[in-house]
């Protein structure tokens, strides 16, 4: 209950004290990157039920011949790796924190496509509301493997308090403001789960 509630204020207080942030980033990324502003996608929430993720959008339209979407490389313009690398992009996620789909602090919502794949001790990650910021983020964020960030996020399942999750936000403002472990070795972003090596 400590938990939630602490969501509930601490993400209303943020989403009205960044608000003039929110607005200004919503009207450069419209006039850099079109519309929609939002992103959009459906992710595995607590028990792995499905909700509607929302962050800023950060990569233009861009399509092969057959029509599918570029490689993320090609689409990342340098003002979408800036809206990444300060972790603006994940602002809208506090709406998400105040309707409940997430938490403040918890395992990062991943594609509901891997859901299938992760094996007994890896899917213990749902056990918790997923956050906008967790243990892995603060201890690598996506330069670690899928097997180290699996582990932290079922260690920070196994170990979670209220003084934990505010020692993880104090520590995220500090990861955000060097912007450290941004992308995985070779990636724009993290390279796909394709499961297991186990």
């Known amino acids: 209950m400590l938990k939630r509630l602490f969501d509930v204020v601490a993400a209303g207080l ?13 009207l450069l990324i419209r006039r850099r990157l079109g519309s929609p502003v939002l992103f959009r996608q459906v992710r595995p929430g607590l028990d792995g039920k499905p909700f509607e993720m929302v962050k800023f959008r950060t990569m233009r339209d861009a399509l ?25 992009d994940e602002l809208p996620e506090l ?15 991943l594609l509901m496509e891997y859901v299938p794949l992760y094996d007994a001790t890896q899917v213990r990650r749902h056990e918790v509301r997923p956050g906008v910021t967790g243990w892995a983020q603060i ?22 308090s209220f003084w934990l999750d505010l020692k993880i936000l104090f ?20 390279s796909k ?6």
């Open 14 to 26: 943020g989403l009205l004290v960044l608000s003039p942030v929110i607005a200004v980033v919503a």
């Open 139 to 160: 201890n690598g964020r996506n330069a670690l493997s899928w097997e180290e960030k699996f582990k932290l996020d079922v260690w920070y399942v196994d170990n979670r």
């Open 171 to 190: 520590l995220t403002v500090k990861k955000v403001l060097v912007r450290d472990g941004i992308s995985g070795e070779g990636e724009v972003t993290m």
């Open 95 to 109: 709406w998400n924190v105040v309707k409940g789909d997430m938490s403040l602090v918890g395992p990062r919502p």
């Open 64 to 88: 092969d011949a057959q029509g599918n979407p570029l490689p993320d490389d090609q689409r990342m313009t340098p003002f979408g790796a800036f809206l990444r690398s300060s972790s603006l």
């Open 193 to 198: 789960f394709t499961g297991s090596d186990k």
